[in-house]
């Protein structure tokens, strides 16, 4: 299994970016998808917002309003639509889900990191 991550990249401040993520491999079902970001010089990774197998969405509060995040179940692909960027979102951003393959358990899988560059 594997979780390949696309868009991203350099936007203003106002601006929009918008992230893919895809899961390939041997899936079995996926439960929770979302996306984290990790800011410069930080180790952690920070929730940016979550969606269900059910479509239901969660958001942190400091993107609530700006960011949407959508999943198609039937292509196991994730997307997040950033509008209203500020300089503060600037970081990598990880997609994570929650997957079971035929033979294995559920377990979580990362992608590689996509670049969000906002400049003000």
């Known amino acids: 299994v594997q979780l390949v991550e696309s868009g991203g990249g350099l936007a203003q401040a106002g601006g929009s970016l918008s992230l893919s993520c895809a899961a390939t491999?041997?899936?079995?079902?996926?439960?929770?998808m979302g996306w984290y970001r990790q800011a410069p010089g930080s180790q952690q990774r920070e929730l940016v917002a979550?969606?269900?197998?059910?479509?239901?969405?969660h958001y942190a509060d400091f993107v609530k309003g700006r960011f949407t995040i959508s999943r198609d179940n039937d292509k196991n692909t994730m997307a997040l639509q950033m509008n209203s960027l500020k300089a503060e979102d600037t970081g990598v951003y990880f997609c994570?889900?929650?997957?079971?393959?035929?033979?294995?358990?559920?377990?979580?899988?990362w992608g590689q990191g996509t670049q969000v560059t906002v400049s003000s």
């Open positions: 994570k889900a929650d997957i079971s393959q035929v033979t294995t358990p559920w377990r979580d899988y």
């Open positions: 491999g041997s899936i079995f079902t996926i439960r929770d």
């Open positions: 979550t969606i269900t197998s059910g479509l239901d969405e």
